[in-house]
């Protein structure tokens, strides 16, 4: 059992920098996949960016060149860089381990998640 503790979001302007963490506990991180996903208000929720065990990453288009995801697997941690935000970008933002959902080719796919944060809020308002 895997246990996610994201931190780090908050308010920021458009165009401004938040750096999310995701403290992972309970396992060895270096095992799993790991996800980015956020959720806005009254939509479903989407993948943001994955990465698997080997470091081999991916990114949704609408935040291709302004995230950037990232692991260390001694400290146990999960990393997501934001520039450039933009309104858009303001959800709730979950982080998410799994069994290789994301050389499944499956690494949007919140059901191929099987660890799960509580989440933190990002907001982008001026």
């Known amino acids: 059992q895997l246990q996610l503790v994201e931190s780090g979001g908050g308010l920021v302007q458009p165009g401004g920098s938040l750096k999310l963490s995701c403290a992972v506990s309970g396992n060895m991180l270096v095992y799993y996949d790991i996800g980015w996903f956020r959720q806005a208000p009254g939509k479903e929720r989407e993948g943001v960016s994955c990465?698997?065990?080997?470091?081999?990453?991916e990114y949704q288009d609408s935040v291709k060149g302004r995230f950037t995801i990232s692991r260390d697997d001694v400290k146990n941690m999960v990393y997501l860089e934001m520039n450039s935000l933009k309104f858009d970008d303001t959800a709730v933002y979950y982080c998410a381990a799994g069994k290789f959902p994301v050389v499944r080719g499956l690494g949007f796919l919140p059901t191929e998640y099987d660890y799960w944060g509580r989440g933190t809020q990002v907001t982008v308002s001026s």
């Open positions: 990465m698997t065990t080997g470091g081999r990453t």
